[in-house]
T-cell receptor
Framework: GENVEQHPSTLSVQEGDSAVIKCTYS??????FPWYKQELGKRPQLIID?????GEKKDQRIAVTLNKTAKHFSLHITETQPEDSAVYFC??????????FGTGTRLTIIP | DSGVTQTPKHLITATGQRVTLRCSPR?????VYWYQQSLDQGLQFLIQ???????AKGNILERFSAQQFPDLHSELNLSSLELGDSALYFC????????????FGPGTRLTVT
């Protein structure tokens, strides 16, 4: 079926180290891949997105890479800080243009 | 602040009751999406409206319905409430009907007792 798989479900890293979260999608026609950050009890916030015509996009300490052939995309956070602790969701559009979200990764930054 | 507003912030009601959640999209956005997020769960897509018309349907129960009004605000109606309906309900808006960047509102926390 149409889905987005996200790994790992939980991730703990030392402050200052890098974190990588990976997603795979099933619909080869998908052309837009956003990442959302959700702090406890708050709304999901769009932090970065990438379209299928580029392979990588960076915004300060955050980057997203896309491999269309393998249908993978990843979120990279460098020089992690305590405020990066949150749940991160990837998403990809499936049929009817609806965004399908991954199951989320709970990232904990250890001071 | 995303520019998407939702009311109320919190809602506590009893089983069997009916509630209405309201969402106002960002200025200029034509699409509204509704999502349900149960405790420690992901975001389940319920339904999408674009410029007043239903555009896509997800895992929305028959007890739930929604509409988008001419001023583009949207309402999600939940009826015959069950304990399992307790969740955070988010709406999001985007400029167009496609799955381009969606901006989420602060959510309505529904507790069914």
């Amino acid at each position: 079926g149409e889905n987005v798989e996200q790994h790992p479900s939980t991730l703990s890293v030392q402050e200052g180290d890098s974190a990588v979260i990976k997603c795979t999608y099933s619909d080869s026609a998908s052309n837009y891949f956003p990442w959302y950050k959700q702090e406890l009890g708050k709304r999901p916030q769009l932090i970065i997105d990438i379209r299928s015509n580029v392979g990588e996009k960076k915004d300060q300490r955050i980057a997203v890479t896309l491999n269309k052939t393998a249908k993978h995309f990843s979120l990279h956070i460098t020089e992690t800080q305590p405020e990066d602790s949150a749940v991160y969701f990837c998403a990809a559009p499936m049929t009817n243009e609806k965004l399908t979200f991954g199951t989320g990764t709970r990232l904990t930054i250890i001071p | 602040d995303s520019g998407v507003t939702q009311t109320p912030k919190h809602l506590i009601t009893a089983t069997g009751q009916r509630v209405t959640l309201r969402c106002s999209p960002r200025s200029g956005d034509l699409s509204v999406y509704w999502y349900q997020q149960s405790l420690d769960q992901g975001l389940q897509f319920l339904i999408q409206y674009y410029n007043g018309e239903e555009r896509a349907k997800g895992n929305i129960l028959e007890r739930f319905s929604a509409q988008q009004f001419p001023d583009l605000h949207s309402e999600l109606n939940l009826s015959s409430l069950e304990l399992g309906d307790s969740a955070l309900y988010f709406c999001a808006s985007s400029p167009r009907g496609g799955s381009y960047e969606q901006y989420f509102g602060p959510g309505t926390r529904l507790t069914v007792t």
